[in-house]
Structure formats: structure tokens, C-alpha cells
């Protein structure tokens, strides 16, 4: 499940594609076909495969047109391509490499070769792929401390930084994520916990993924009343399948509680844990800090505290931390994030992040800090 490569085959001949996508499948591989050049560029946008075999010679959009649109694209830009066609001559194939091939076969195709060549480009392509991703866990003391602002607001910045950033609400009742980015999705996790976790191979997960015109890769929480359940098999197996294709996964977990937390959390590199600066919080942050750290997770927490409304009783860093059972002076308190209740309140109506609408503002400010600091602490891992 899930490691299996996912090739597309494109060809308009139904014979051809049917005869290769039989073999390729018999070889180990995931198959998805496509009749034509509109249907293969709208596939890969669902969810970009491992490797392309592309007819030249089709109806409507060639295959030469094909992937020069790949390559114009950046996460398309290294897919590997091999052309197929029965024009053989010089000046054909060397047209196809121009729009950017990787490889050209002719037809009649000798299919051992063609598979011969898909895994020697595939073999080559494991190289210079990106590294799997940081996965970095946001979670809440108790509810509605704030996760989410803190998860969108660091994916925002980070994006900023140019790091490419995948946000996944996940839970199995509805969320508030599509709110906070002021959103209607086609789509979302309920999809993919309808499925069995033995179902959830990462073509299936990615084609769910929407992408936020800001760049961010959103998968949110249920939006229908419908009673899903997420086990920890599809927690692990959702997290496995976006870990492919970007440099941080973060997730947005509404609570620490059983099983299914303890799947993600175990998958995170570092786990954020968000505490208002009242003793009520930060004693049920406490709480939460021994359940990692029975469960061996301690070392990657840090804990955030985020401040909603102006108070003067709310307690200082020095006491939180304190109160956390953190010794003076140690890394426990990583961020103190200070109130803005009407910007935070615009930034939800204009579905634009306060690090991007307002990058200014104090609160911003401490939340792009945030973003670095996780960066700078996962980078050489
Ligand atoms: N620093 C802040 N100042 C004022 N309001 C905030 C701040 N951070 C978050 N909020 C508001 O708090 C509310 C709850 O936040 P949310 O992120 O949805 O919580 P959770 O995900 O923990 O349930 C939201 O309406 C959000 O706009
Ligand atoms: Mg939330």
C-alpha cells in the first residue's frame, strides 16, 4: 500500500492502453490511463504521478504539447517522461526531446524495454526527489485555544519562506479551518475516512489535497454532518501519503486523547502544544505534557502560549513555564503570542492569514517567529 510507483499511461489507441496498463500493473506498479492530452494534464493535477508514458500522436492536445506544459510547471518540471509514438524518425525524436522528454520508444513498443526504461529513469528520479517531509503537530491544551489560527498562521509564514507547506485538519467531525481561510471546498478529509485505511494509497490521499491560492496544500476537516470515524491506520496512512511531496506537513489535532494522537503525534518531528496564559489552561497543558512524556514524546514539545483578550491576570512566560515544571531558563515556552482580537476576527472574514494581511502587528510578529524557529530547527535533521 502506498509505496507501490504510480505510473500514467496516455494513449488514444484503447488497445495499446490497455495491453500496457495490464503489464505495468503485473510490474508492481499503480496505473491511471488517459485517451488524451486533456485528460492526462487533468490527471496530473489530481495527483502528479511518478512517471508519464506519453502517445505523441493524439486528438486534440499532442503529446509534444503535453509535456511542454509539464515542464512549464514546477512540480511537474522533473516528472519523468517517456514519449511514445510510431513516428520514428530523427527529426521526431528529436522534436520530443525538445519539448522536454526524458525518453522515446517507437511503436510497435517492445514492452520489457518500455518497462526496462521506466525503471531506470524511476531508479534515477529516487535520487534527486525531495526528502520526505517535517511533519510538525499543532496541539491544543484543551479545545479552542487557538490551533488552528497558530497552524495557518506558520504554514502562511513559512510559505512565505519559501517552503513548500501541506496544513491537514485532521479529524473526523467538522472544523473551523475553512472558516478561518474563508473557503468552500469541494472537498475534504471525509472522503478519504468513507474508505477503508487498506484504500488510502497516496494517489487516493493527494487528489484530495486542494490547493489555497497562496500556494498552501489544504486537506480540512469533514464539512457534512456525516459520522466518520478516523482510526489510527488512516491517520498513519494519510500522513504517510503527504509526507511525499512537500517540505512540511503540519497538523492541525483538535486534542491529545487515545490512540489515533498517538499515531500522529509519533509521526511528528516536533509537537507544538498551544496553552492560554490562565491557570486553568496551563494546568490542563500540564496534564498534557505528562501524557507525552509517558508516552516518550517530551523532548519534541515545546509548548506556545497564545493570549485571546486583554487581561490583567493573565500570567507572564516566567510563571507558565514554571507552573509547566520547565527548569528557569530552558527551552519550554518557545513563543508568547499577544492578543488581537479584531485582526484575528478580519483575517478570518478576508480568509488571508495576519502574517500576510497584517505582517506588522505583534501577533504576526511572534507567529512568523514561530514558523522560523520551527524551520531553523528542523532543517538538518
Ligand atoms: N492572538 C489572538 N488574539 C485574538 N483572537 C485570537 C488570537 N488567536 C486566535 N484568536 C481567535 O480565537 C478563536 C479560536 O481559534 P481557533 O484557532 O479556531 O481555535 P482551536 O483551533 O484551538 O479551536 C478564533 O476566532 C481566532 O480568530
Ligand atoms: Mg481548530
Redesign the pocket.
Known amino acids: 500500500m502506498g509505496n507501490k510507483p504510480y505510473a500514467l499511461i496516455v494513449d488514444d489507441q484503447a488497445g495499446v492502453l490497455e495491453m500496457l496498463s495490464l503489464f505495468f500493473q503485473r510490474a508492481g506498479f499503480d496505473v491511471e490511463t488517459a485517451v488524451n492530452g486533456e485528460e492526462a494534464l487533468q490527471k496530473v493535477d489530481e495527483a502528479v504521478p511518478d512517471i508519464i508514458i506519453l502517445d505523441v500522436m493524439m486528438p486534440g492536445i499532442s503529446g509534444f504539447d503535453v509535456c511542454r506544459q509539464l515542464r512549464s510547471k514546477p512540480q511537474t518540471a522533473q516528472l519523468p517522461v517517456i514519449m511514445l509514438s510510431a513516428k520514428g524518425e530523427v527529426g521526431d525524436k528529436v522534436k520530443g526531446f525538445e519539448a522536454g522528454a526524458d525518453d522515446y520508444v517507437t511503436k510497435p513498443v517492445a514492452r520489457q524495454e518500455l518497462l526496462a526504461r521506466a525503471n531506470a529513469l524511476l531508479h534515477r528520479a529516487q535520487y534527486t526527489k525531495a526528502p520526505t517531509a517535517q511533519v510538525i503537530a499543532f496541539v491544543?491544551a484543551k479545545?479552542?485555544?487557538?490551533?488552528?489560527?497558530?497552524a495557518i498562521n506558520v504554514a502562511a509564514s513559512m510559505i512565505g519562506s519559501g517552503k513548500s507547506v501541506t496544513l491537514v485538519e485532521l479529524q473526523a467531525h467538522p472544523g473551523?479551518m475553512i472558516y478561518?481561510l474563508n473557503m468552500v471546498l469541494a472537498q475534504d478529509i471525509g472522503d478519504l475516512l468513507a474508505l477503508s485505511p487498506s484504500e488510502l494509497n497516496w494517489r487516493e490521499v493527494n487528489r484530495r489535497v486542494v490547493q489555497h491560492s497562496s500556494g498552501l496544500r489544504l486537506l480540512t476537516a469533514p464539512q457534512d454532518s456525516a459520522q466518520y470515524s478516523l482510526s489510527s491506520e488512516h491517520a498513519k496512512a494519510i500522513i504517510d501519503a503527504l509526507m511525499i511531496r512537500t517540505e512540511y506537513l503540519l497538523l492541525?489535532l483538535p486534542t491529545i486523547a487515545g490512540e489515533v494522537s498517538r499515531q500522529a503525534l509519533e509521526e511528528a518531528d516536533k509537537i507544538i502544544l498551544?496553552t492560554e496564559p490562565e491557570m486553568v489552561s496551563v494546568k490542563a497543558a500540564h496534564a498534557k505534557l505528562q501524557t507525552l512524556h509517558d508516552w516518550s514524546l517530551a523532548d519534541r514539545t515545546r509548548v506556545v502560549v497564545?493570549?485571546?483578550?486583554p487581561a490583567a491576570s493573565l500570567m507572564r512566560r516566567e510563571e507558565v513555564q514554571t507552573e509547566l515544571g520547565f527548569p528557569p531558563g530552558s527551552e519550554g515556552v518557545i513563543g508568547m503570542?499577544?492578543?488581537?482580537?479584531e485582526a484575528?476576527?478580519q483575517?478570518?472574514q478576508m480568509g488571508i492569514p495576519v502574517t500576510v494581511s497584517k505582517p506588522h502587528i505583534l501577533?504576526a510578529r511572534a507567529l512568523a517567529e514561530l514558523a522560523e524557529w520551527i524551520i531553523k530547527h528542523t532543517q538538518d535533521i
Do not use: C, E, K, Y
Open positions: 491544543g479545545g479552542g485555544v487557538g490551533v488552528t489560527t497558530v473551523t478561518h492541525d498551544i497564545l493570549s485571546r483578550s503570542i499577544p492578543p488581537a482580537p484575528f476576527q483575517a478570518s501577533s
